[in-house]
C-alpha cells in the first residue's frame, strides 16, 4: 500500500463583518461534479446527526437513511464519510462555524481526517469562538481573513467555475425499463461461502449476460441512483444488479472482500450452482463509485464479515429506493397484469417461468431419481 497523502491543514476564514460576500462566494464553489461541497448548517439545530444530515444534502441525498440501525442510530456520518469517500469529494466549507458546538467540530475534524478532505471553517466573526478554538486544540490549521485568499480555498487553485456539462440531471419522472433487473426477486437462495473462496471470471452457462448500459443510459442511472438514496448498501445493490444481472439472494452473498476497486471486479458467490457458480464479475466505472462507497460504509459501520450490498431482508427498501430513482424491469401487458395499474410488478418474469413450466405436458417433465 502507498503511503497515505500528509493530511492538509485545516483553514479558518475570518469573515470579521459577516460580509455577505463571503458566504455568496462560498455557496457558488458548491459544485460536487467538481469535487466542492459547500454545507450551510440549517438553523435552529445543535445535534451532530442534524448536521450530518444537512450534509449529505449538501451532498445532494435525502438526509435519512431507511432501515433500522443498531441502538436506533442512523449512521449519517459514516455513510456522508463513504460518499466523499468514493465520490471523491476534495473540499468541504462550512459556513456559519462560530455557531458549531465543541462536538460538532470534532465530528467535522474526524471527517477530515479519515477523507482527507480540504477542510474550511468560515467565522463569521472577528476571533475564534471558545467551541471552536477548544476543538481546534487537536488539529493542523491556519486561520486567514483575507478574502481572496478565502476565495482560493472556496474554489481550490486553481480557481475553476463549473461548465453547465457538468450541472446534474434534472428531477426524474421517466420510466427506465431495464431487462438486467428482471432477476432482482428471482426465487433462487445462494449462500455466501464459508470456507476462503476466490471465483474465477463469470462464465455465463445458464442465462445470457446483462446487456452493457449505454453511455447516456448509465449517467441518467448514477444521477437517478445518487439523489433516490443515501445509503450506500442500496444503492450500490441496485447498481451490482444491473451489472451483474444476479438476485437479491446471490448479491447478499457478496463481503467487503469480494469488491476489487483495483481490478474493478465484484465476486458473488454460489456454491450450489442454482446459476453459474461462484464467479467474479466486471463492473463498470460508473457503477464502481457506488460499491466504493459500500465498501466504505461496511468498514466503517460494522465488520468485513457484514453484506457489502442490500441484505435479504432489505428487499422492501431496496425496491423503493428502485421505483424512487423510476428504474423497473420490463413489465406485463396491460391484459396480464396482476396489480393495479401503474404499480411496479417485479416478480413478472418469475411468475413467466412458472407458468410455462405449470404448461408442460406430464409426458416431458423429467421424472425425478431415487
Do not use: N
Not at 91 to 111: F, K, S
Not at 233 to 257: C, E, N, Y
Not at 288 to 306: H, K, N, P, Y
Request: glycine letters at 4%; aromatic letters at 6%.
Amino acid at each position: 500500500m502507498p503511503p497515505a497523502p500528509p493530511l492538509p491543514p485545516v483553514t479558518v476564514i475570518l469573515d470579521r463583518h459577516d460580509d455577505a460576500l463571503h458566504t455568496h462566494t462560498a455557496l457558488a464553489a458548491h459544485h460536487p461534479p467538481s469535487g466542492r461541497i459547500t454545507l450551510h448548517p440549517g438553523p435552529g439545530t445543535t445535534s451532530e446527526t442534524g448536521l450530518a444530515h444537512d450534509l449529505l444534502a449538501a451532498l445532494g441525498k435525502p438526509p435519512l437513511l431507511p432501515g433500522r440501525f443498531p441502538a436506533g442510530r442512523q449512521p449519517a456520518w459514516e455513510a456522508a464519510a463513504a460518499w466523499m469517500t468514493a465520490l471523491p469529494v476534495t473540499r468541504l466549507t462550512v459556513l456559519r462555524a462560530h455557531r458549531l458546538t465543541a462536538r460538532r467540530a470534532m465530528r467535522l475534524l474526524r471527517l477530515h481526517a479519515l477523507t482527507g478532505i480540504h477542510l474550511t471553517l468560515v467565522c463569521h466573526r472577528p476571533h475564534l469562538p471558545a467551541a471552536l478554538h477548544q476543538a481546534l486544540r487537536t488539529a493542523d490549521y491556519t486561520v486567514t481573513a483575507d478574502f481572496e485568499a478565502a476565495r482560493r480555498h472556496y474554489y481550490g487553485t486553481p480557481i475553476t467555475e463549473p461548465s453547465p456539462a457538468d450541472e446534474p440531471a434534472g428531477p426524474v419522472s421517466r420510466w427506465l425499463t431495464l431487462p438486467a433487473l428482471d432477476r432482482l426477486v428471482s426465487y433462487d437462495s445462494p449462500r455466501p461461502c464459508t470456507a476462503p473462496c476466490t471465483p474465477p471470471p463469470i462464465v455465463w452457462r445458464h442465462r445470457p449476460p446483462p446487456v452493457p448500459l449505454t453511455a447516456h443510459i448509465a449517467q441518467q442511472v448514477a444521477h437517478r441512483l445518487h439523489a433516490a438514496t443515501a445509503h450506500p448498501h442500496l444503492a450500490a445493490a441496485v447498481a451490482a444488479a444491473l451489472t451483474t444481472g444476479a438476485s437479491l439472494q446471490q448479491l447478499a452473498t457478496a463481503r467487503p472482500r469480494d469488491y476489487d476497486d483495483a481490478a474493478a471486479t465484484l465476486a458473488l458467490h454460489d456454491h450450489a450452482r442454482y446459476t453459474d457458480g461462484c464467479a467474479a464479475y466486471p463492473v463498470p466505472p460508473w457503477a464502481g463509485v457506488f460499491l466504493r462507497a459500500a465498501a466504505c460504509f461496511t468498514r466503517l459501520v460494522s465488520s468485513e464479515e457484514q453484506e457489502l450490498l442490500a441484505a435479504p431482508g432489505d428487499r422492501g427498501h431496496l425496491l423503493r429506493v428502485a421505483e424512487t430513482a423510476r428504474l423497473r424491469p420490463p413489465q406485463p401487458p396491460a391484459a396480464r397484469r396482476k396489480g393495479p395499474v401503474g404499480r411496479v410488478e417485479w416478480d413478472w418474469r418469475e411468475r413467466q417461468e412458472a407458468e410455462r413450466y405449470e404448461a408442460t405436458p406430464a409426458s416431458r417433465v423429467r421424472p425425478s431419481r431415487r
